[in-house]
């Protein structure tokens, strides 16, 4: 199976928050990430966690995790038309691979006004 | 400061020719790395220099290599060109280290007819 599983559309109203999930599957992966993909651009690093953490917030960013579970959420408060775009969740930091990110197949978040 | 940079951002090519990707990481940042992105497949994983050595290597053929230069620049090189290998592909950049923040470039979307 994937190393990294999301849901692969969400759809919103402007002005509500947003909620993406995503599994992992390696325990031993120290940073998770979440990345902003839009119409014919790059990734765009959002926000990440540490593994030893639960919650981090920046400004309208929220991201949990549940190490338990391998379960970790991005929510968006007061999403705007401009959050439209593809999320990923990525998981990096595993001992033997430290360098590569591994992907989740992304979420096309379509915030509608 | 400056974001990733590659060139070219465009390219076009024929089945069997060889195609040469180029990538700037940020000031001060030694690791690169490299994705393939694709509909069918997502992000995909290459490879990933770290000091002019290839530190790690995704699961793709030999036709794909890659180098990096004593300025931490690095090169990708796809020899003997495959439809199939029509793709975006991302360069990120990291400090190597840390928590491992990886910034990626736009991209450069290479069209195999």
């Known amino acids: 199976g994937e190393d990294v599983e999301q849901s692969l559309f969400l759809s919103v109203r402007e002005g509500d928050s947003s909620v993406i999930n995503c599994t992992y599957t390696?325990?031993?992966?120290?940073?998770l990430y979440w990345y902003k993909q839009e119409p014919g651009a790059g990734l765009q690093l959002l926000t990440y966690?540490?593994?030893?953490?639960d919650m981090k917030q920046d400004q309208r960013l929220t991201v949990l995790l549940n190490k338990k579970d391998k379960h970790l959420s991005l929510r968006i408060a007061d999403t705007q038309t401009g959050d439209s775009a593809i999320y990923f969740c990525a998981e990096g930091g595993r001992g033997s691979t430290l360098g590569r990110l591994y992907f989740g197949r992304g979420t096309q978040l379509t915030v509608w006004p | 400061k400056a974001g990733v940079t590659q060139t070219p951002r465009y390219l076009i090519k024929t089945r069997g020719q060889q195609v040469t990707l180029s990538c700037s990481p940020i000031s001060g940042h030694r690791s690169v790395s490299w994705y393939q992105q694709t509909p069918g497949q997502g992000l995909q994983f290459l490879f990933e220099?770290?000091?002019?050595?290839?530190?790690n290597k995704g699961n793709f053929p030999g036709r794909f290599s890659g180098r990096q230069f004593s300025n931490s620049r690095s090169e990708m090189n796809v020899s003997t060109l495959e439809l199939g290998d029509s793709a975006l592909y991302l360069c990120?950049?990291?400090?190597?280290?840390?928590?491992?923040?990886?910034?990626f470039g736009p991209g450069t979307r290479l069209t195999v007819l």
């Open positions: 966690i540490f593994s030893n953490m």
């Open positions: 990120a950049s990291s400090l190597v280290g840390g928590n491992n923040e990886q910034f």
């Open positions: 390696d325990s031993s992966s120290t940073y």
């Open positions: 220099y770290f000091s002019e050595t290839q530190r």
